[in-house]
């Protein structure tokens, strides 16, 4: 059968809960600057500008006791008052009052840094990769396979599970071993996604536990860049470009297993919404089982099967949790998922989405 050598799917996907995929990096506090935003601040640039009398008195700052406590709050009260954030700042996104008032308050107290995580950019934009979406959208459809029947003889090496149900392990020097070659997804091919104008914001992630039959946020406290999302008021949509090479998976001599003839974008899709709306129920009995103060957390999870009525659900980004990351549920133990969760402010479950046709 003759097939196109490419075709090409846009998929709609509406962001349901704060979504943060970070750029590997933390600001620390002279790298930005909040005010009515958070500022990047090209700190180079900006010194090379300084008057001379300025250049001076930052010049003093960073002399000999540089590393002194004294020393660092100045040089914060330095950068902070005198950089003009309009012509300086590389980009700008709003805060939460959460950050801002804990920025002020610590904003003399140098043993707290402040480090931010920043949303990972292609110059000033932030994207969501077609990698990390192609990796979870691999996750689903790694958990249909294992649904349909498929006993697992490999449990110890991640690569050696995902040749198993792919059909994708070689025997190579009498060693079995992943072999690329099989990979269906090999033929799949995902662009990155660019984020519309103002469509992310530093927020706290609040950790919380179960101790004592309640929830308690633990001193893990992170500020990070993360989306805005339908469910916190803010309608967040952006469109996905998933391309299926037809000629490499379809044709049996590309090594591909038959078994995946028959995969398209409507048959991931679906394989999307079944393994992410299980993990969102499976994730939401675990975490609020036996707590007394739960309700609120729960409304949220059935906020988001809600809102993805007429879609697929789908999970991505930093604090998805295990759960959502892992294809089989006898390849994890209680101990392994822990009992712990990151909150956007105190509620949100992160990284679900809404994707449809």
């Given at each position: 059968m003759n097939y196109p050598r490419q075709e090409t799917y846009k998929i709609k996907a509406e962001i349901l809960t704060p979504v943060h995929i970070g750029d590997g990096t933390e600001l620390e506090p002279l790298e930005y600057v909040i005010k009515d935003k958070f500022y990047k601040v090209n700190m180079?640039?900006?010194?090379?500008?300084?008057?001379?009398?300025?250049?001076?008195?930052?010049?003093?700052?960073?002399?000999?006791?540089?590393?002194q406590k004294a020393t660092l709050v100045a040089l914060r009260k330095f950068v902070r008052n005198n950089i003009d954030t309009g012509k300086y700042a590389e980009w700008a996104v709003d805060v939460s009052s959460a950050v801002q008032k804990r920025y002020e308050e610590r904003f003399e107290?140098?043993?707290n840094q402040l480090p931010m995580s920043p949303f990972i950019r292609t110059g000033i934009k932030p994207f969501l990769p077609g990698s990390s979406i192609k990796g979870a959208l691999r996750t689903a459809y790694l958990s249909y396979l294992k649904r349909s029947g498929q006993l697992l003889k490999e449990k110890g090496r991640a690569d050696l599970v995902e040749g198993e149900l792919l059909k994708a392990n070689s025997v190579k020097r009498d060693k079995v071993v992943f072999d690329i070659e099989k990979d269906p997804f090999r033929a799949i091919k995902i662009k990155d996604a660019f984020l519309p104008e103002k469509a992310t914001f530093f927020g706290e992630v609040i950790n919380y536990n179960k101790k004592d039959g309640r929830l308690n946020p633990t001193n893990i406290q992170i500020l990070s860049e993360v989306t805005y999302g339908s469910l916190i008021g803010k309608r967040v949509s952006i469109e996905l470009e998933i391309s299926l090479d037809k000629k490499v998976l379809y044709n049996r001599e590309s090594g591909i297993d038959v078994l995946h003839e028959k995969v398209d974008v409507q048959s991931l899709l679906k394989a999307c919404d079944n393994f992410y709306r299980n993990a969102l129920n499976e994730e939401k009995d675990k975490f609020l089982s036996g707590?007394?103060?739960?309700?609120?957390?729960?409304?949220v999870y059935q906020q988001i099967l809600d809102h993805a009525k007429g879609g697929c659900l789908f999970r991505l980004g930093w604090g998805s949790g295990l759960i959502s990351m892992t294809i089989a549920q006898e390849l994890r133990t209680e101990r392994k998922y822990g009992k712990s969760k990151h909150l956007v402010m105190g509620k949100y479950p992160m990284g679900f989405i809404k994707i449809s046709r």
């Open positions: 180079e640039e900006w010194l090379s500008t300084l008057s001379n009398e300025k250049a001076e008195e930052f010049k003093k700052l960073t002399g000999k006791d540089y590393a107290a140098p043993e707590v007394s103060n739960g309700d609120v957390i729960s409304k």
